[in-house]
């Protein structure tokens, strides 16, 4: 990967920015993670080593009251957990994968929130995924579908294979006022459907059931403010 991208992957690992949106703990591994992708002991791309920065998805919709999150059913692993998956070589940031993942294994369109009251870094990488880099969707985004700019969740965990030995996942959120249709273009992913909270599928990802109320609070406090409304109607008589 050139230095031009590998500049908006370590923009996106940000400690300072982690720090605000997920708390200390997922703050330290953003900042050993910068590290490691400065010296290649961590690879963006899965071809370029065993130790893989990734990125996810957690897709929310409805209010705080009773949220519904989409799951996909993952056919390696059996287990129903949020869209994401490997960096492409495409990727200019953390943000433009989680968008394409988001759209490949959810159907879902998004815009990312505003940057505002960020750094001129961040508003940067913002813009920077508006571009379509791969030229493979002419969607307009699904109406009031909004990314959260920072992640909610930077954590490193084992996979065990003897290509991928382990991933540090940068995740994000999604939201959208209500449940959307979803539909999957991965062949990964043999279905992918909204639950509510308080009734996870059987083949729940155990790590995922654990953390989700508290994913959700995060998502909740990041998203306040960002509230993308669908375009106003022409006709206003």
Same mark, same amino acid.
């Given at each position: 990967m050139?230095?031009e991208?590998?500049r908006?992957l370590?923009?996106g690992?940000? =400690?300072?920015?982690?720090r605000?949106?997920? %708390?200390?703990a997922? #703050?330290?591994?953003?900042?050993t993670a910068?590290d490691?992708l400065?010296s290649g #002991?961590l690879t963006?791309l899965?071809?370029? %080593?065993?130790r893989?920065?990734?990125v996810?998805? +957690?897709?929310?919709?409805?209010d705080? @009251?009773?949220? $519904?999150?989409?799951?996909?059913?993952h056919?390696?692993?059996?287990e129903?957990?949020?869209v994401g998956?490997h +960096?492409e070589a495409g990727?200019g940031?953390?943000?433009?994968a989680a968008l394409?993942e +988001? *759209?490949?294994e959810?159907g879902?369109?998004a815009v990312?929130?505003? /940057? #505002?009251?960020g750094?001129?870094g961040?508003r940067?990488? $913002?813009?920077g995924? $508006?571009s379509?880099?791969?030229g493979d969707?002419r *969607?307009?985004?699904? &109406?009031?579908?909004?990314l959260?700019h920072? =992640?909610?969740?930077?954590?490193?965990f084992p996979? @065990?294979?003897?290509?991928?030995a382990s991933h540090?996942?940068?995740?994000?959120a999604?939201?959208?006022?209500?449940?959307?249709?979803?539909?999957?273009?991965? &062949? %990964?992913?043999?279905?992918i459907e909204?639950w $509510?909270v308080s009734a996870l599928?059987?083949?729940t /990802?155990?790590?995922l059931?654990?953390?989700?109320p508290q +994913?959700l609070r995060r998502?909740?406090r990041?998203?306040?403010?960002?509230?993308?409304? =669908? =375009?106003p109607?022409?006709?206003r008589?």
């Open positions: 050139t230095t991208p590998l908006g370590l923009q690992l940000d =400690p300072d920015r982690v605000r949106s997920a %708390g200390d997922d #703050a330290a591994v953003s900042a910068q490691d400065r #002991a963006p899965r071809a370029d %080593g065993v893989h920065l990734t996810s998805c +957690l897709l929310v919709a409805g705080s @009251g009773e949220p $519904s999150v989409a799951l996909g059913l056919r390696k692993s059996g129903w957990r949020q998956g +960096l990727d940031s953390l943000l433009a394409r +988001l *759209r490949e959810s879902v369109a990312v929130e505003s /940057a #505002a009251g750094s001129a961040d940067k990488e $913002s813009e995924t $508006s379509n880099r791969d969707d *969607r307009a985004p699904h &109406a009031g579908a909004v959260l920072a =992640p909610v969740a930077v954590r490193e996979v @065990g294979g003897r290509d991928c540090v996942d940068v995740l994000f999604a939201r959208v006022p209500e449940r959307v249709t979803l539909q999957t273009h991965d &062949a %990964g992913i043999a279905r909204w $509510s599928p059987e083949g /990802a155990p790590d059931r654990r953390d989700l +994913l998502v909740a990041s998203s306040a403010p960002a509230v993308v409304s =669908p =375009p109607r022409a006709d008589s």
